[in-house]
């Protein structure tokens, strides 16, 4: 697959709510995700990757989400992803837009990185 072809897949299972198939389908093996903030900040590999949008789905009540067409350059694509949810333990609401920059080499993503106001 392009990137661009990645770029697509990805927002069209993220605006399906099918975060877990876009992993298992589009993410390599090694592939290293970096949060603006939080802990852990960087995790490496599908598995750890996985087990962070697990703890996402099992934390976060999502009320809207919505992802932006993607933006391609080379081997990287970014897109802008808006959501409103509520943090299930502390029951705060909260809405947030981050770019969500990921990178690609041999089909698959090996790097998404994202940026959010923080603080």
Known sequence: MTTQEIAN?????????????????????DVQS????????EVKGLEAV???????ANTM????MKVSDPLVGG???AVTMYMDATDKPTGKREEMTEVCVYEVK?????????????G
Do not use: T, W
Request: proline letters at 5%.
């Open 9 to 29: 897949r990805l927002v069209e299972l993220c605006r399906q709510g099918q975060n877990m198939k876009a992993i298992e389908e589009l993410y390599a093996p």
């Open 106 to 118: 041999g089909g698959k993503i090996v790097r998404e990185q994202f940026f959010y106001p923080v």
């Open 50 to 56: 996985k087990g962070k949008s697990e703890y996402f």
């Open 75 to 77: 081997a990287h694509f």
């Open 34 to 41: 970096v949060e603006a903030a939080g802990e852990p900040r």
């Open 61 to 64: 009540e999502v009320h809207d």
